[in-house]
């Protein structure tokens, strides 16, 4: 049916469609970047976590498979990052070890993660160092703590050498 003569179709959206799409649209993004946010920061904690984790289980295959002390050094980078070094102890003084240079035979493995949000805690251990059965050579269980965002996670190494959650 036509009014006034005029047979021509209505398109496109009136102003109340509009403003409602941009508020249901403003609803949804409120509720989900806060949990986004959350993702994320987990998911950066989750990564360095396993990172340590493996370098920490390399220092410790490395002994077995050497069979010779071998030590990790994580270094606390200011209030965030930090810093991996996996090295043999081959009797000379570990600081003296570079594991910059390339060339240098007695490093194993350099992470430098000095652009991560991620920080070490003040108490986690500076120096893991494993014998050659694979053990550690300190008298206690070593922790290793990340926190990132009111978000914690830790690596506990027990005196045998197992790397987990717990000392055991």
Same mark, same amino acid.
């Given at each position: $049916? ?14 109340? !469609? ?8 403003? =609803? $949804? ?6 949990? &986004? ?6 998911? /950066? ?16 295959? *490395? ?10 050094? =994580?270094? %606390? ?7 991996? !070094? ?10 003296? =070890? ?7 035979? *007695?490093?194993?493995?350099? /992470? ?9 805690? !003040? ?6 160092? &494993?014998?050659?059965?694979? %053990? ?25 050498? %197992? =790397? ?5």
């Amino acid at each position: $049916m036509s009014v006034g003569g005029s047979s021509a179709k209505q398109a496109g959206l009136t102003l109340i !469609e509009l403003l409602v799409t941009l508020a249901v649209i403003v =609803i $949804m993004a409120t509720v989900a970047v806060p949990g &986004f946010q959350n993702l994320i920061a987990t998911s /950066r904690l989750t990564a360095d976590h396993n990172e340590l984790l493996a370098g920490l289980n390399l220092a410790r295959s *490395e002994a077995v498979k050497r069979r010779e002390a071998v030590t990790a050094e =994580i270094t %606390r980078l200011g209030d965030s990052g930090w810093r991996l !070094e996996v090295k043999v102890d081959d009797g000379t003084a570990l600081t003296s =070890i570079d594991c910059t240079d390339t060339t240098q035979t *007695e490093c194993l493995l350099y /992470r430098n993660a000095d652009s991560t949000p991620v920080a070490l805690s !003040e108490s986690s251990a500076r120096q893991v160092t &494993f014998n050659s059965l694979g %053990r550690l050579t300190e008298s206690s269980c070593q922790a290793v703590e990340l926190n990132h965002q009111g978000q914690s996670e830790s690596i506990k190494i027990g005196l045998m050498g %197992r =790397i987990g959650k717990t000392c055991a």
